[in-house]
């Protein structure tokens, strides 16, 4: 006999996706999640192309069906140890952190209002700062506060402790590791931007104005660090105009190699997001081609009369070190132009690494020469699932992670 | 709008046949154009030389491409070639598509001079073969031999140019003073050929490397060390191509090695803030950024500072790819971009591993009238400054 169970690892939009699909079919599922919230990164995107509404709806739809299904159960905090046996018959070892805050709490925030502490937001890619105990974002789920022990001075600060007016915060809480037994596996540990400091001759992590895609939704983002208003971070000034630089390490042979599909569609979005604030700005894309496949052509060609579309990848990119106004080499290509465009910040538009290329499955597993898990030799029961497998924007991820969920419902029911 | 031209696929074919393998792999998206260190100068041949299109012109067969101050332009220095996103050898293909024009018999007349002194003198420095070796006179410098472990292969420059000897007479003082095991073969050596290559005689390269690849051979050569990082290049990567097989390193590699294992020290002192510019053909060409710099900060006292530019983003001298010989205008000099920026930085010496960077950075230096302030010094040349005693 066959365990009944599926292993979901990663509880953002894909691994979230395959545990509803998969509980409401009627498996148990266990979904297991490192960082202390679910839904991963759509949670820190701003608006979904094309249709420009926020992601939370979704999620909170999807939270609900978790929340009503009691058979999934959710591990966050959590990371997988190791993985033993075969289809229908798997033995995992996850690993739970602790959180050091129970059930009791009631996300009140007095005790981040104590916390003598301060770390770089990573939710906010270190835009801002948050407390050593933190809530990681306003629509955390499960929404608990959380303290990260890198930081934290411990029980001889115990500030949070006191303040605590619920018996929430237990500092002497250990990692705890345990065994489940289930018949499949859906591995969805999802996607990191690519590093774009790699990318040295456009200066990110040198100039302050220099931001990634990424950063520009929680800049554009209400629950973000300026709670919505796109400014420069070095100087917190209006933007009167911005350059979103295409295929910042994308499709090519120093880099990423790959198209990673998404950065064209997430700039045109990114482009409105600058126009509805500033109408008067002068937002340019520079590209190589421009990729917005299948009906996305009808949302390119409605935002690009709005905006400078300029064909030419970007050179280098400059900094006048008192202004902090960017000045960007390229040249037009349908022009023969060399033009110098001055700007006062440049977003870049990085592509999408697989979480695989960083950790892998502890389990043998084949992937291809850029760290996703290869489509053709996959062992049966375990199933890659969204952006580890391909690069993918976020409806085609839940696609992908449906029919995860079927092959995994089909291993637990072969034998 | 520029007119209409014919497309030649015949004279694709040829340009690739003589070498540019790669040139179909471009998809025209310009990072080369942009990240080319003509566009921080201005300036005729600044405006007429685009890379990028260099690259179209020759995918289409189409002309153009053979102005001089198109196709003679590019100082191979190597910024296009590291970061371009499809692998495109654009040196090569800059270099295939000047052979398609030199092999006629067009190179430009500034150029003669330097390809008939080459065929003649074995150097393009129009000095007599007899006296390559006079720079060495007094310093007792033993032949290479079986029992030796290096040749000492010294650039033509520093060979015949009275400033230049300066280089090669301080490495040989450095490579005594770690007690390295080398000899020469001066006298009998000609010009590694490494930019005439780039200038696309490639009939005359062949021969001059195949006249050192014998005389290698016949000596029993295995390691040489160089003191100019061209001839490091030619050694490590045009002469394989001619079955010349032979272990090469600039003379900062090795000193940089001995220093780690203590078999070299600086005695003396100098308490100077120092600016190092790497050279394109030591940098990016052959990866050697560490070494030079360890040099530098073993000097007591010696403050080692970054230019804007630096390591793999360095900023070409201008004396590449046969650049080296060209009359270009004040004003429009890489190396006055150097020299300022050195200036700007407060260094007191400008530091350099490099033949062609010293001849480029020297006429720099004078001609913004900085030799005041701004010492140009070859890496050697500061070494030995350091071990003396003071005067």
Redesign the interface.
Known sequence: MAFKSILVVGGGISGVTAAVEASEAGNEVYLVEKESYLGGKVTQINQYFPKLCPPNCGLEINFKRIKQNPLIRVFTLSEIESIEGQEGDFTVTVKSNPRYVNQNCTACGKCAEVCPVERPNDFNYGVDKTGAIYKAHEFAFPMKYVIDDKVCLGAECGKCVSVCEYDAIELDMTPKSFKVNVGSIVWATGWDPYDATKVDYYGFGQYPNVITNVMMERLAASNGPTGGKIVRPSDGKEVKSIAFVQCAGSRDENHLTYCSGVCCMASLKQSTYVKSQYPDAKVSMFYIDVRAMGKHEEFYLKVQDDINMIKGKVGEITEDPLTHDLTIQVENQLTGENMKEKVDMVVLATGMVPATARTKIPFETTYDEDGFIASDSQKPGIYGAGCVKKPLDVASSVKDSTAAALKAIQSTVRR | M?EVKEVSLEMRDYIVSSGADTLSLC?????C????PY?LVTGEVSEAF?I??MQRLGQLGLEGFEEENILFACVTCGMCL??????VEIINNVRSMRNTTVAAGFLPGGLRPIAGSLHANGNPWAGEQEKRAKWQDGLDIPAFSEETEYLLYVCCTSCYDTRSQKIAKSVVKLLKQAGVSFGVLTSDEVCCGESIRKLGDEELFTKLAQSNIQLFNSKGVKKIITTSPHCLFSFKKDYPELGGNFEAVHYTELLGDLLKEGKLSIPGELAKKVAFHDPCYLGRHNEVYDAPRELLQAVPGAELLELGRTK??SLCCGGGGGRVWAEVPFGERFGELRITDAVDKKADILVTACPYCITMLDDACSGLEKGDVLEVMELSEFLCAASQPKV
């Open positions: 520029d998809m025209q998206c310009g990072l154009t942009n990240l080319c566009r685009n990028r299109k590291v970061n371009c996103p499809r692998e793999n983003k």
